[in-house]
C-alpha cells in the first residue's frame, strides 16, 4: 500500500501530475491537496479505472492534514509560477511561505513521507523545508529531494536535437548537478551517454548555445506562453518520472541512480563532493543513489573539462546566496 499525495494539485503541473500518479501501478492512495478545486480534480480522476483511490482536500476543516494523513511520498508544486521579465528567485517571498506553511502540515500529518519539491526557487525552497521540518523535530535529509528532474528531461532532448537525431532523444543521458536556475544548471556534457560527437563539442559556439538552452530552457517556455505560466506539462511527466523512481526505490526493492537537489548531509559521499566543487555549500544537485529509506548514498561528480569546470565555479558562486535566503527565511505570524 502506498499513499501519495500532491499538494497544489489543482495547478498547471498538480493536474497533469496527478493524472500521470493515478496511472501508476505502485500508487494504491492518491490524494489531492490545494486551496482551490482539488475535490473536483479528484472526482474527475477518480473514475479512471486504476488501483489508485482518490480523495480531494481543501484547506477548511484542516483540509491539509487530512489530505497527508499517513502519506508516504508528498509532491509539492504548490505556488506562483513565473511570468515574462522574473527570475525564480522573484518567486520565493510567496512561495517560500507556502512552502513552510506545507512543511509544518507535513511534519504534523506524515513525519515519515519522502518530499519531492517542485516549488521555485527550488534552490531556496528545499532549505525552507529542511529548517521548518527541522524545528519540528522530523527532519530526515535522505528523504528531502528537490525536483531537478526537468533539466535532465531537456539535456536529453536539445542534445539529440543537436546531434541531428531528435527521434533519439529517449537514448542520451546526461547527467545535470548544481541547481536549479541558470547558471546553477550544470550539463555535463562530456558524461553523455552516448557521447556527443567531439565535432560538437569542440565547436564552440554550438557548444555555448547547447549548454545555454539547457540552463535557460524554463525562459523559453516562460516566453512562449507570454504570461500564461512557465512549464507545466514538461514538468508533469519530469516529477511524475522522478517520483516513480523514488517510488520503485522505496517500494519494489531497486537501487537506483539519478541527480536530486539535496543536503549534502544526507549521506556518505556529501563531505567528497565538497572537495570536488571546491566549496562548503550545504545544498547541491548530485548523483544520488536512491534505495528503500531515500538518498542511501551520495556519488561523486566525476571527470568533468575545463569549461565544465569554469561553469561550476560559476553555478557555486550563485548557489551560496540562495542556499542562505532559504535558511535564514523566517515566515510571516499568522494574521490574528
Ligand atoms: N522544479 C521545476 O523544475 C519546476 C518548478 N516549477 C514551479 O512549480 C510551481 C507551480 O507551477 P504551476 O503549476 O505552473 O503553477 P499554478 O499557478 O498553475 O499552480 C499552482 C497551484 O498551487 C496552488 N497553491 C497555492 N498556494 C497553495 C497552498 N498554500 N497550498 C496548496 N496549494 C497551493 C494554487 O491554487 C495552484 O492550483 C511554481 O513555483 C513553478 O515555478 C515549474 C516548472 C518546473
Ligand atoms: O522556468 C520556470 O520558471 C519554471 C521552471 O523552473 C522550469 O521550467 O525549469
Redesign the pocket.
Known amino acids: 500500500m502506498v499513499k501519495a499525495v500532491v ?8 493536474q497533469p501530475l496527478s493524472l500521470l500518479l493515478k496511472l501508476n501501478p505502485l500508487v494504491t492512495e492518491l490524494s489531492l ?5 482539488a475535490p473536483g480534480v479528484a472526482t474527475d480522476l477518480s473514475h479512471i479505472n486504476t488501483p489508485a483511490q482518490v480523495a480531494g482536500f481543501l ?1 477548511a476543516d484542516n483540509g ?1 492534514e487530512k489530505a497527508l494523513a499517513g502519506a508516504d511520498l508528498v509532491v509539492i ?6 511570468k515574462p521579465g522574473m527570475t ?1 528567485d522573484d ?1 520565493f517571498n510567496v ?1 517560500a511561505g ?1 512552502c513552510a ?2 512543511a509544518q502540515a507535513i511534519a504534523n500529518a506524515a513525519p515519515n513521507a519522502f518530499i519531492l ?4 526557487p ?1 534552490n531556496s525552497t528545499v532549505p525552507v523545508f529542511a529548517e521548518t521540518l527541522k524545528k519540528a523535530g522530523c527532519y530526515n535529509p535522505k528523504k528531502l529531494l ?6 535532465i528531461v531537456r539535456a536529453s532532448t536539445f542534445v539529440a536535437s543537436v546531434v541531428g537525431q531528435p527521434q533519439d532523444a529517449p537514448k542520451y543521458t546526461i547527467p545535470v548537478v548544481g541547481g ?1 536556475s541558470g547558471a546553477t544548471i550544470l550539463p555535463l556534457l562530456t558524461q553523455s551517454e552516448p557521447k556527443i560527437p567531439a565535432a560538437i563539442l569542440n565547436d564552440q559556439a554550438k557548444r555555448d548555445a547547447l549548454v545555454n538552452r539547457i540552463q535557460f530552457g ?1 525562459d523559453e517556455v516562460v516566453k512562449a506562453k507570454d504570461g500564461l ?4 506539462l514538461s ?1 508533469a511527466q ?1 516529477g511524475a518520472h522522478f517520483a516513480n523512481l523514488v517510488l520503485q526505490a522505496a517500494f519494489a526493492g531497486k537501487t537506483l541512480v539519478t541527480q536530486s537537489y539535496i543536503d549534502l548531509n544526507a549521506a556518505a559521499g556529501g563531505e567528497d563532493i565538497k572537495k570536488e566543487i571546491g566549496a562548503d555549500l550545504a545544498y547541491f544537485s548530485v548523483n544520488v543513489e536512491l534505495g528503500r529509506d531515500g538518498v542511501q548514498n551520495i556519488l561523486p561528480i566525476g571527470n568533468i573539462d575545463d569549461q565544465e569546470r569554469t561553469l561550476l565555479a560559476a553555478a557555486v558562486k550563485e548557489l551560496g546566496p540562495s542556499i542562505e535566503k532559504g535558511v535564514q527565511f523566517t515566515p510571516a505570524p499568522p494574521k490574528l
Open positions: 499538494c497544489g494539485a489543482a495547478g498547471g503541473i498538480g491537496y490545494d486551496v482551490v478545486n484547506p491539509a508544486p504548490a505556488g506562483v509560477p513565473r525564480r518567486l512561495n507556502i506553511t506545507l519539491v517542485i516549488s521555485n527550488v528537490g525536483v531537478t528532474t526537468l533539466d536549479h524554463g505560466g512557465s512549464a507545466t514538468m519530469a
